[in-house]
Nanobody
Framework: QVQLVESGGGMVQAGGSLRLSCAPS????????MGWFRQAPGKEREFVAA???????YYADYVKGRFTISRDNAKNTVYLQMNSLKPEDTAVYYC???????????????????WGQGTQVTVSS
């Protein structure tokens, strides 16, 4: 059973940057799609970014141009670089792994098989 561990969250002022990392235990992730989602208090979990096994990336419109998802297969780690952060980016950020092939569900919460425990990102104005 894979366990995904997120790190890198914290508190930052608006306009600042953070880099989140997601590392698994128990499985190599290089063959699978990976995604980042977030959930703010009182709101549903929403898509942020995803990367296919081949490296194709997908972004939600509200983070496009500010966030970058990447993967380092040698380190078995997926990253989310977040720049120009805004107070509305405040949320718990989750990484997830999608075992099935295909890219159609990479932007959907229900497309993923395992989730990390989440890391808090707080952006102050």
């Amino acid at each position: 059973q894979v366990q995904l561990v997120e790190s890198g969250g914290g508190m930052v002022q608006a306009g600042g940057s953070l880099r989140l990392s997601c590392a698994p235990s128990g499985r190599t992730l290089s063959s699978y799609g990976m995604g980042w989602f977030r959930q703010a208090p009182g709101k549903e979990r929403e898509f942020v970014a995803a990367i296919s096994w081949s490296g194709t990336t997908y972004y939600a419109d509200y983070v496009k141009g500010r966030f970058t998802i990447s993967r380092d297969n040698a380190k078995n780690t997926v990253y989310l670089q977040m720049n120009s952060l805004k107070p509305e980016d405040t949320a718990v950020y989750y990484c997830a792994v999608k075992y099935s092939s295909g890219t159609a569900l990479l932007i959907r919460v229900y497309g993923y098989d395992h989730w990390g425990q989440g890391t808090q990102v707080t952006v102050s104005s």
